[in-house]
């Protein structure tokens, strides 16, 4: 219980230490935590309407809150692939967990997606439609979400130390996910066979969740979410399972 | 008996990294780095491990601090919450963070609480001589200075069982002098001490019983006088 409070305290601290020492780097320092996603969302905005022409902030708020949250996942799980390498002389000299450093590279990139996930909220508030009813539901699929990234980065972490090419492979799936998780198109536009395939992807119905709450203000639907989350649920054990057997194993079984 | 910290007993380690990417199914055929390998230690030892270049010494003590798992045997400790730490310098220090800053983190990674650490800070920054450029970033630091500031931390974590690999003081004369005397103070203390050395000579000046290992077995375990005479007839 001890151990759990001070992995805790070194995931927090860690964390932290990670934003300060990002801020330091930069003349603006913590400015660009706010300034980076309105400069992003910006560009992203006047692309849309002025060079594609038609488009209303509706559709373009609908592609945003997509690419957002989608780059939640990739950014989060693509770092946390590292995360033992990077830390590896960490390793080699104190007893950690191996979840420890693939927890704090999520946690940092997750702080990141808050300041822009705010800051396109606000932006459906003001352009498309006021808060709602149905934002308690932003909750729930936002810890899900959190969570869903936090079980596939602790199992990438290990696999990725052990097998360096599975990084390039993951790439490619990434890809393949991007395309197929309803970011430049919504699921009306998804043939009603592929339905099915489309759904059991958890980013998609995460998506597709986050465009209902704040920009229809509806409730999302709950069958999917609950697909979504027993899907978690199995992802989550497996990678219990990868940490538990590799955690004192991993050092002897690579050298990176 | 009571004082009783860790027991190994028929312990093995072995590497699959490395060398060679295929796995065998028997463990046997698998370089060991560590083999049949049984041993107690007992509180306020000062134990010095004796070896050549890749006997497992280094692999003993990650065995030892928890780092690594063992392929056979057992090992038991005394309670759950032994604190077994690696004099490490410098875990894992972040550049742009402050010295003070850094302490806090290496401190949580080598099993000290946050506030632990920052009841220290003050006892960190005299010792390590930083002055104000303990609260600076650590990558403004000269090499010296950042080893000065590892070696302080690592002494203030007050471990049960301190690990120490080769590093008997660092930095420049004056330092030197003050991290060795600090050591020699561990060694005096009712600190457990493992030094982990290939010189018979320090192990022989400042431990109170030794082990000799060589190809990850134990060759001789007793008095440092005798188990180093025997080393340094054998290997010279």
Redesign the interface.
């Known amino acids: 219980m001890?151990d759990l409070?001070?992995y805790k305290?070194?995931i927090l601290?860690?964390i932290l230490?990670?934003l300060?020492?990002?801020a330091?780097?930069n003349y603006l320092g913590y400015l660009w935590f706010i300034l980076e996603p309105l400069l992003a969302t910006g560009v992203f905005y006047f692309a849309m309407t002025h060079l594609t022409g038609q488009r209303g902030p509706t559709a373009v708020l609908t592609i945003l809150v997509g690419m957002t949250a989608w780059q939640w996942f990739e950014g989060s799980v693509m770092l946390s692939a590292n995360s033992i390498v990077a830390?590896f002389?960490?390793?080699?000299?104190?007893?950690?967990p191996k979840y420890i450093f693939p927890m704090v590279d999520v946690g940092t990139n997750t702080v990141r997606f808050g300041f822009s996930f705010v800051l396109i909220i606000l932006a459906c508030w003001l352009l498309v439609a006021g808060p709602s009813l149905a934002l308690p539901w932003l909750a729930l699929v936002l810890a899900l979400q959190f969570v869903f990234i936090i079980s596939l980065s602790l199992a990438v972490s290990i696999l990725v130390t052990l097998f360096s090419d599975l990084l390039l492979l993951l790439n490619s799936i990434f890809r393949l996910l991007f395309f197929g998780s309803g970011i430049f198109f919504t699921v009306d536009k998804v043939p009603e066979h592929l339905l099915p395939y489309f759904y059991a992807n958890p980013i998609a119905v995460f998506i597709d969740s986050y465009r209902e709450i704040i920009l229809f203000q509806r409730a999302p639907n709950l069958i999917l979410l609950g697909e979504a989350a027993l899907t978690t649920a199995k992802i989550l054990v497996i990678s219990g399972c990868i940490q538990y057997y590799f955690d004192?194993?991993l050092?002897?079984?690579?050298?990176v | 008996m009571s004082d009783l910290l860790v027991k190994l007993d028929d312990v093995g380690?072995?590497?699959?990294?490395?060398k060679s990417r295929k796995r065998s199914p028997n463990p046997p055929e698998q370089p060991w780095a560590l083999r049949h390998l049984s041993f107690e230690i007992r509180k306020g030892e000062k134990l010095g491990i004796v070896g050549r270049n890749g006997c497992g010494k280094s692999t003993l003590l990650?065995l030892l601090?928890?780092?690594?798992?063992p392929?056979e045997g057992k090992i038991t400790y005394s309670s759950n919450?032994l604190h077994i730490?690696?004099l490490?310098l410098g875990?894992?220090f972040?550049?742009?963070?402050s010295g003070a800053?850094n302490a806090?983190?290496s401190g949580?990674?080598?099993?000290k609480?946050?506030r632990y650490m920052e009841q220290h800070l003050g006892a960190i920054q005299e010792f390590a001589e930083l002055g104000d450029a303990f609260h600076l970033?650590v990558n403004t630091y000269s090499s010296g200075m950042n080893a000065r500031l590892g070696f302080s931390i690592g002494l203030q974590t007050d471990p049960d069982v301190f690990l120490i690999d080769e590093v008997l003081g660092v930095g420049d004369h004056g330092f030197l002098v003050k991290s060795q005397a600090a050591l020699q103070q561990k060694f005096k203390s009712d600190t457990t001490v493992i030094l982990i050395s290939h010189d018979a000579t320090t192990i022989n000046s400042i431990c109170n019983r030794a082990v000799w290992l060589q190809n990850g077995a134990i060759l001789a375990d007793g008095v440092p006088g005798d188990v180093c005479r025997l080393y340094e007839t054998n290997t010279s």
């Open positions: 001890n409070l001070r305290d070194i601290y860690r230490a990670g300060k020492s990002e330091r780097k830390k002389h960490v390793h080699m000299q104190v007893p950690l004192k194993r050092l002897k079984l690579t050298n | 380690v072995y590497y699959r990294g490395g990650r601090a928890g780092i690594i798992s392929d919450n730490q690696l490490a875990v894992g972040e550049g742009h963070l800053e806090v983190l949580l990674f080598m099993g609480s946050r970033p």
